[in-house]
């Protein structure tokens, strides 16, 4: 069934398909944190670092997110 005015990917399914992966997120107050991608709601999602330190991030301060390496 077509949705009238969308075409390609929602947001929440970009987030979805990277769930588990390894991602760069850059937020408005200018700071960017790699790692995991743990969890999402329609809110927030979690970002698991490499030292195991898991973060809460706002996503009304997301400016954009991608899957980059871990290097």
Do not use: C
């Amino acid at each position: 069934m077509s949705v009238p005015n969308k075409w390609g990917k929602t947001p929440a399914e970009f987030i979805h398909d990277l769930e588990g992966r390894f991602v760069l997120v850059a937020l408005a107050n200018g700071k960017s944190f790699k790692g995991t991608l743990v969890g999402a709601d329609p809110y927030s999602f979690v970002l698991k670092q490499g030292s195991g330190l898991e973060m809460l991030i706002n996503k009304g301060n997301l400016l954009y997110m991608h899957p980059t390496s871990e290097a």
